[in-house]
């Protein structure tokens, strides 16, 4: 049986993504596991290589030759895109140029996927002003993910063993979120989640949903009534659909050492209400995932960090769990 390809987008050039894409494909044991292909620039990944010590030993595939080579890869390459010229990035620096390139890789990692010439794509970190400076006005790699892949519905998941969220909103201000939540999403949400953790674990998985507002409402006197209104009628929805599901809860008891080992993933309603503790119980190796889309994929948890680019200091644990859950997500 054939080793799955998964596409590694290098990420915003200026960042830490070219370096950790490097000590990925350096990587012996995930060579044994999938078949990295990395989504970005030859003459950057080189100019990286020589300033940290990691030779880029790895074939290189012409960005003319892939449709043909893409069927036959077999061993950890670069795909070479020539988004841009090595001399151009300056490390640790916002630039449009960086942040076109960033997307043009993307874009081509989905490209791939669609068309089957990958089992799944691993993203390293984009920088979301480089992004937008070249006029690509997404929040993320989530709605790009979401919108190119006509993903009649979508999530985020940040899946850690020893913590994992999903999110019924995303990046929007704390103002607009209570204005997005609707049974039929958070109901959403719950399924997708469901969906995710049966294939990595292999069972049904338990979930716990948090409520939006302090105590959960508590019955009224918090906020205006979002957990009667709305996650209750979708908790009420997925267990007659056969849903193992708990809540709503108080956000600030729902991550307590006991709760994390009695549920496989807690449902937040919006984003620092699951970020803040993935980030603080799992930094290194917790994997974000977008889930709905009809190509597996994952990302680092963690951003560009231009303080430290290309100086031989990013550590790649988070690329690699990333890989590692896109090879679990991918299988049939």
Wanted: include cysteine; hydrophobic fraction near 40%; charge should be neutral.
């Amino acid at each position: 049986m054939s080793l799955p390809r998964i596409a590694i987008t290098m990420g915003d050039p200026a960042g830490v993504g070219p370096e950790i894409c490097l000590r990925l494909l350096a990587n012996a044991e995930l060579a044994r596991e999938c078949v990295p292909i990395i989504f970005g620039d030859a003459g950057v990944l080189r100019r990286v290589a020589e300033k940290i010590g990691v030779p880029l030993n790895s074939p290189v595939i012409a960005k003319d030759e892939w449709p043909r080579a893409s069927g036959s890869v077999s061993t950890p390459s670069v795909l070479d895109l020539q988004c841009i010229e090595a001399g151009a990035v300056t490390p640790g620096q916002v630039s449009a140029a960086c942040g076109e390139a960033a997307f043009r890789y993307v874009i081509a990692s989905i490209e791939a996927g669609l068309k089957g010439q990958v089992n799944a794509v691993t993203t390293a970190p984009l920088n979301k002003e480089a992004l937008h400076a070249a006029g690509h006005k997404y929040p993320g790699h989530t709605e790009i993910f979401a919108e190119r892949m006509k993903a009649e519905r979508s999530c985020m998941m940040q899946y850690s063993e020893e913590v994992t969220c999903s999110f019924v909103t995303v990046h929007v201000g704390y103002a607009e979120a209570p204005k997005l939540l609707q049974p039929a999403r958070i109901l959403d949400v719950i399924e997708l989640t469901a969906d995710a953790l049966r294939r990595i674990r292999g069972r049904e998985p338990k979930l716990l949903v948090c409520g939006l507002n302090p105590h959960a409402g508590e019955h009224g006197l918090f906020g205006e009534r979002e957990e009667e209104r709305f996650i209750i009628p979708a908790l009420d929805a997925a267990r007659k659909r056969g849903f193992d599901v708990t809540g709503p809860v108080p956000p600030d008891t729902a991550f307590t050492p006991a709760r994390r080992k009695e549920f496989d993933a807690v449902i937040c309603m919006y984003h620092d209400q699951g970020h803040i503790p993935v980030k603080a119980l799992a930094f290194d190796c917790a994997v974000n995932t977008t889930l709905g889309l009809p190509v597996t994929r994952t990302s680092v948890d963690h951003g560009t960090a231009f303080d430290i680019a290309w100086q031989g200091k990013a550590d790649p644990s988070s690329l690699y769990s990333a890989v590692r859950l896109a090879v679990k997500l991918s299988r049939p």
